[in-house]
Nanobody, 115 residues
C-alpha cells in the first residue's frame, strides 16, 4: 500500500528557510514523478515543484530561484528546500507521487511564514 509521509513544516521567518521531506513506501519510487503541492486557505491546490523519474524539474514561477526540489532514490525521499520565504508561501504542503493513472498523496504539512 502506497504511503507518503511529509515532515519538516512549521513556522518560518520572512527571508528564512525551511526544508520539507517526503518519505515514500509501497511504490516503486524510482519510476514515479514526485511533486510538492500547496493549498492556502480559500485557494485551490497548486503544483509548487515536481521532479520526474529522469530528473526533469518544473517549478511554478513564484518559487523559481527560491525553492529547490530533489529526490534520493536510495532513501526513497523527495525534499523541498525553501529559501527566501515569503508570507504568501504560507500553506499546507502536500507530497504527491504519480505514474499514469496512479496518483498518491501525503497527509500534508503546514508551513506558516510570519514574523
Amino acid at each position: 500500500q502506497a504511503q507518503l509521509v511529509e515532515s519538516g513544516g512549521g513556522l518560518g521567518q520572512p527571508g528564512g528557510s525551511l526544508r520539507l521531506s517526503c518519505a515514500a513506501s509501497g511504490i516503486t519510487f524510482s519510476i514515479y514523478t514526485m511533486g510538492w503541492y500547496r493549498q492556502a486557505p480559500g485557494k485551490q491546490r497548486e503544483l509548487v515543484a515536481r521532479i520526474s523519474s529522469t530528473g526533469s524539474i518544473n517549478y511554478i514561477d513564484s518559487v523559481k530561484g527560491r525553492f529547490t526540489i530533489s529526490r534520493d532514490t536510495v532513501k526513497r525521499t523527495v525534499d523541498l528546500q525553501m529559501n527566501s520565504l515569503k508570507p504568501e508561501d504560507t500553506a499546507a504542503y502536500y507530497c504527491n507521487a504519480v505514474l499514469g493513472t496512479r496518483n498518491f498523496w501525503g497527509q500534508g504539512t503546514q508551513v506558516t511564514v510570519s514574523s
